[in-house]
């Protein structure tokens, strides 16, 4: 029998603040939460159990993340399953969705059961593989969706790019609504994207060139059309969710306009959740180097920061997605768009969202752990409560850290928080009661 006390610590979970407390973990799940009288006689005559003295740090359940990109297969240069794993746990992450832009793109629930078995493997996180909508996002073909197990494959996306036709957006949102699985949208225009895209790569080469404030511009304007890219397409895509009658997930929200219109699609009745980055409410377009913007959906003005803000402190937001997005050096000296977060993901919003507006943190473990289990239909995680898995971080929410991505798990080393302070660090990460990850 595995067993193991963690004592003398903060216990933290949605509906939970309770310090000087403890938790016995047997065989992998939570077992039971002893009294001072029963930790005293435990720790007092050691019987084979492991004792970890949490020293009054926060124990939390373990975080879930709603959209990672560990790059598997055929873009390992740039994450796998096993890097990605290993990156997710330093975070505190104890399950991640992946998204399906691989190479193949995954595309049936073959592939999806491939990778959720590598991650197994592995043995560092939990991994549920999305599929796309279109097969190979070819924008045509969406039979392969009659195949999936919801309870394999419990979300479709077509991640970054989008279903142009918009009738076959809506067929597939009605056999994902027959199957009870979710439509996870990155919602942004493909043609008023592709008109932002030059301006990016001109950005790119003015910066390059050491004209700072040219690139910055130019970088303007683009996210000016990428900001209507995405508000111009959420709006379809919630009108399309509320007729087909699925529930539409709305991927890395950026604008106070999409926040507003899922609002007024939820009073509609449509089932409708939404996640929002630790990116996006961290850092404000134009307070960052300009090279840090060039991510989809961009940083967007202070308007929308703080819209997204009040967003998740007002339980507007469902949950926090990180899109971790792990590059080479060289892609994203060519400016490929996004970067490395999750090992900063809960340090990010513990910072800007406990620290300096407030949240508790019985809300932040709601936003990264409870719901994302209630959306995916995890119903043995995201709490701490008796018989479920013993899925742990624990944080000392008062420790200040510099980030450095020279320590990153992660292949992925480019990160906008080079640099910078932040409270609250993930000291150690159980999987199932099997410690995966300490500092």
Not at 50 to 63: E, H
Not at 144 to 158: A, F, Q, R
Not at 387 to 395: C, E, L, Q, R
Not at 420 to 433: E, M, N, R, S
Request: some cysteine.
């Amino acid at each position: 029998m595995n067993t193991i006390l963690i004592y003398n610590a903060r216990l933290v979970d949605a509906f939970t603040d309770r310090k000087n407390s403890a938790v016995l973990i047997k065989n992998g799940k939570i077992h039971s939460f002893p009294s001072k009288d029963e930790v005293k006689k435990i720790t007092g005559a050691p019987s084979g159990i492991q004792l970890i003295d949490a020293k009054g740090r926060a124990v939390m359940p373990g975080f879930i993340d709603t959209h990672a990109h560990f790059r598997d297969p055929g873009l390992t240069q740039k994450e796998d399953i096993i890097t990605g794993s290993m990156a997710a746990a330093a975070g505190g992450f104890t399950t991640c969705v992946l998204m399906p832009n691989t190479n193949p793109v995954c595309s049936s629930q073959e592939m999806a059961e491939t990778n959720n078995a590598k991650a197994r493997e592995a043995g560092f996180c939990n991994v549920i593989q999305s599929v796309s909508i279109t097969r190979d996002f070819d924008g045509k073909t969406i039979s392969h969706i009659d195949s999936l197990n919801p309870k394999v494959v419990p979300v479709i996306t077509e991640d970054g790019k989008e279903v142009m036709d918009s009738a076959l957006m809506l067929s597939a949102m009605k056999k994902a609504a027959a199957k009870k699985i979710i439509v996870s949208c990155h919602c942004e225009d493909p043609f008023l994207a592709a008109a932002a895209r030059p301006l990016r790569t001109e950005a790119l080469a003015k910066l390059s060139a050491g004209d700072k404030k040219t690139a910055a511009a130019l970088l303007n304007q683009a996210d000016e059309l990428l900001a209507c890219a995405e508000d111009s397409a959420t709006d379809r895509n919630l009108r399309l969710a509320k007729t087909a009658g699925c529930h539409i997930h709305l991927c890395h929200v950026s604008t106070a306009h999409c926040v507003d219109s899922a609002m007024a699609a939820l009073k509609d009745g449509v089932n409708v959740t939404f996640e929002i980055t630790p990116h996006h409410i961290f850092f404000e377009s134009g307070k960052a180097p300009v090279i840090f913007n060039i991510v989809n959906p961009p940083l967007r003005k202070k308007s929308d920061q703080d819209a997204l803000i009040d967003a998740l402190k007002s339980e507007k937001a469902f949950c926090i997605g990180t899109d971790h997005a792990p590059h080479t050096a060289e892609d994203k000296k060519n400016g490929a768009p996004g970067f490395s977060g999750i090992e900063t993901a809960f340090a990010a919003c513990h910072t800007v969202l406990c620290r300096e507006n407030g949240m508790s943190l019985k809300q932040l473990s709601k936003l990264m752990s409870c719901n994302p289990a209630s959306l995916l239909g995890l119903k043995n995680k995201g709490l701490l409560k008796e018989g479920f898995d013993a899925d742990i971080a624990i944080v000392d929410v008062d420790k200040q850290w510099t980030v450095r991505s020279s320590n990153f798990k992660s292949k992925g080393k480019f990160t906008p928080l080079e640099g910078k302070k932040l409270l609250g660090q993930v000291q150690a990460t159980f999987l199932k009661g099997k410690n995966v990850f300490t500092i």
